[in-house]
């Protein structure tokens, strides 16, 4: 069964730190991974979409990794602010259909 | 009006009730997509269509019925609800339905609570 697990549930760190947020996977023989971030009650805006040829993406402060042998990808959040509060999901394209697998999100506090 | 957008915002309904909630993408994207988040749980992908066509039904009680007019606009007809279907209901699109690399546009949702 294709499966997404996203761990830790929570994560609190104090502003400033960089840090790693983690996603696992079930099957490596991905399309791509896209991660999320979500705000209290809002809609999900997306970060980063890796596509399965690709190692790495990159944008601005932000650093998204896979490693289809392993199954695992990581979000990585430098010199991170009290905006980087929020839920962080993680979404995984097996096939070529339009199926997303979903992980059940890393609710990160940046404390000031 | 840019990306992915819903309404209502919020909507407070009884289980007799009858409405529905509306999505409208200004992207160009032919695919568009009804999700269900309760909380503490993974998104609940209901729906699928693809230029205009439903390509999947997940399993959704027939309470919810989907109706995609046009490419640009997405509909989600709701009757006779349960609590238990008090969710926040998030629309996406994407270019295609199919194939690799097609990155989904969420709205902001509608959070729905069914008294």
């Known amino acids: 069964k294709q499966e997404v697990t996203q761990i830790p549930a929570a994560l609190s760190v104090p502003e400033g730190e960089n840090l790693v947020l983690n996603c696992s996977f079930t099957d490596s023989a991905i399309y791509n991974l896209q991660w999320f971030r979500q705000d209290p009650g809002k809609g999900l805006t997306s970060l980063l979409l890796i596509q399965s040829s690709q190692r790495e993406q990159t944008s601005g402060r932000l650093n998204a990794s896979l490693d289809k042998s392993s199954g695992r990808s990581t979000l990585y959040i430098a010199a991170s602010q009290p905006g980087d509060s929020a839920t962080y999901l993680c979404a995984v394209k097996w096939d070529s259909n339009y199926q997303l697998i979903w992980g059940a999100g890393t609710k990160l506090i940046i404390k000031p | 009006e840019t990306g992915v957008t819903q309404t209502p915002r919020h909507l407070v309904m009884g289980m007799t009730n009858k409405k529905s909630l509306k999505c409208e993408q200004h992207?160009?994207?032919?695919?568009m997509y009804w999700y269900k988040q309760s909380a503490k749980k993974p998104l609940e992908l209901m729906f699928v269509y693809s230029l205009e066509e439903r390509v999947e039904n997940n399993s959704v009680p027939s309470r919810f019925s989907p109706e995609c007019p046009n490419s640009s606009h997405l509909f989600l007809h709701l009757h006779t609800l349960q609590p238990e279907d008090s969710a926040l209901y998030l629309c996406?699109?994407?270019?295609?339905?199919?194939?690799?690399?097609?990155?989904?546009?969420f709205g902001p949702g509608t959070r729905l609570t069914v008294l």
């Open positions: 996406a699109s994407s270019q295609l339905a199919g194939g690799p690399g097609n990155e989904q546009f």
């Open positions: 992207l160009g994207h032919n695919a």
